[in-house]
């Protein structure tokens, strides 16, 4: 037998064996991604290798555990054994075998679609199960869809997902792909965001969160919590999330950001740079709506109030989208209105993730041209960096000819920074995509 083919039949087998294991388990959700995975073995995507080697080495942990215990247990019965033991054990050691086929090296050759980049995809498809999963098993509430029209199946919404960041990877991993791409793929999910809120009011509650509605403005990331007096899970996961990849919330998982930078590209204008006074607009606006949060929940007044002072503050924010932001052929709305996104860029600063501009760049302007975040000036570029307002969208990076900007990591190389970056921003875009509604 080719050895290929050995590799291959033998991945196929190990997702079978599991597949079965799960639905005698009951798991059928479980199975189905098992087989799935099965599936994509006999595929020649190069970074289906190190997800079928991460998936023996969880299949190490399952037949190693699933011996004991039922060896355990058939000792408690004073029960024959051995044979038990011997037929897991052999299961154990092909899945462990299988695992080292597919790391070792020798394994490139069957696998050549996407070579350069299969490091980074399987870490994409895996980082993103992994954090899905997480996610599935710490709520305690269906929070995947599929499982709350098919109770269960939540692990083939995971193997969907996995998938789609993969591809969402495949664009993003090239710069001129990407500042395609990233505008198309925020829009998509700003579409599947507001679509599950629409059929959650229409009467579909499997699409709502948990059914204690909000109004999806993001200033209230800051100000509900001060006016409820608790519920820090928005604040929480919003501090994680730039921690993580500094502002690129803004530009990449802002569910409203994804409308102004529509809208600023529907004029076909440049950017046109803001005043430099509208950073202490920001400040004063973040001011104003914490202090009036607390305000109304110190003065005790009517939720209705809240809520209808929130609306109208929401609706002046895409007022400011559709006036100016189109005029302007920049996001007004992020750069000069938006309270959150002055939290997001200073919150940055203890990320260490930076835009650096080289030393030869020529001041040619094309980066400047398609910055719609007013990050990029004269003052920026002597200072061999961008402006506060900077949300690492990553448009810049394509459109600069000399390659003088790049994504900076301490300890990392700029290809291995992008890379790096790359990975986890994605992933965090498919999670999102299956977990973020009302």
């Not at 599929?146 to 919404?157: H, I, M, N, V």
């Not at 110190?298 to 503050?313: D, I, K, N, S, T």
Request: charged letters at 15%.
């Amino acid at each position: 037998m080719r050895p290929a083919v050995m590799r291959r039949s033998l991945g196929v087998l190990v997702c079978l064996l599991l597949a079965a294991h799960s639905l005698r388990l009951g798991d059928f959700g479980l199975s189905g991604a098992w087989l799935g995975l099965g599936g994509l073995v006999l595929t020649r995507q190069a970074w289906v290798r190190w997800v079928v080697a991460a998936a023996c080495l969880w299949g190490v942990w399952i037949w190693g555990t699933t011996t004991v215990e039922l060896v355990q247990f058939r000792l408690a019965l004073g029960a024959p054994w051995a044979r038990l033991a011997g037929i897991l054990g052999t299961v154990f050691t092909v899945t462990a075998a299988t695992g080292w086929l597919f790391v070792h090296s020798s394994a490139e050759r069957i696998s050549p679609r996407h070579r350069s980049q299969q490091g980074p995809l399987a870490a994409i498809f895996l980082l993103t199960v992994v954090l899905l999963a997480l996610a599935r098993r710490s709520t305690p509430f269906p929070i995947l869809l599929a499982d709350r029209f098919w109770p269960g199946s939540g692990w083939l919404e995971i193997l969907v997902l996995g998938l789609y960041a993969v591809w969402a990877g495949t664009k993003f991993l090239d710069p001129e792909q990407r500042l395609q791409w990233r505008p198309r793929l925020w829009g998509f999910f700003s579409v599947v965001f507001f679509a599950q809120l629409a059929l959650g009011l229409a009467g579909l509650e499997q699409f709502l969160m948990s059914g204690d509605l909000h109004l999806p403005v993001p200033a209230l990331i800051a100000a509900g919590p001060v006016y409820r007096g608790g519920g820090l899970f928005m604040p929480v996961l919003f501090t994680v999330t730039v921690l993580l990849v500094g502002p690129a919330w803004c530009s990449h998982l802002c569910y409203i950001g994804a409308w102004d930078d529509g809208l600023s590209r529907s004029g076909g204008k440049r950017p046109a740079a803001p005043p430099r006074w509208t950073l202490w607009l920001r400040l004063i606006l973040l001011f104003v709506v914490v202090a009036t949060a607390w305000g109304l929940r110190a003065l005790g007044l009517e939720p209705r109030l809240a809520v209808a002072m929130a609306g109208g503050f929401g609706l002046a924010g895409v007022a400011v989208m559709l006036v100016g932001s189109r005029r302007q052929g920049m996001m007004v709305h992020c750069t000069t209105f938006c309270p959150i996104g002055i939290v997001a860029n200073i919150l940055s600063r203890l990320s260490p993730w930076r835009l650096r501009i080289g030393s030869g760049c020529s001041r040619c302007g094309r980066c400047q041209r398609v910055c719609r975040y007013n990050a990029l000036d004269t003052e920026d570029f002597e200072r061999g960096r961008p402006g506060l307002a900077c949300t690492l969208c990553g448009d810049c990076l394509a459109a600069c000819p000399e390659g003088q900007l790049r994504l900076d990591f301490p300890g990392l190389s700029a290809g291995a920074a992008h890379q790096a970056f790359v990975v986890l921003i994605v992933a965090l875009h498919a999670v999102f995509l299956g977990v973020a509604r009302i």
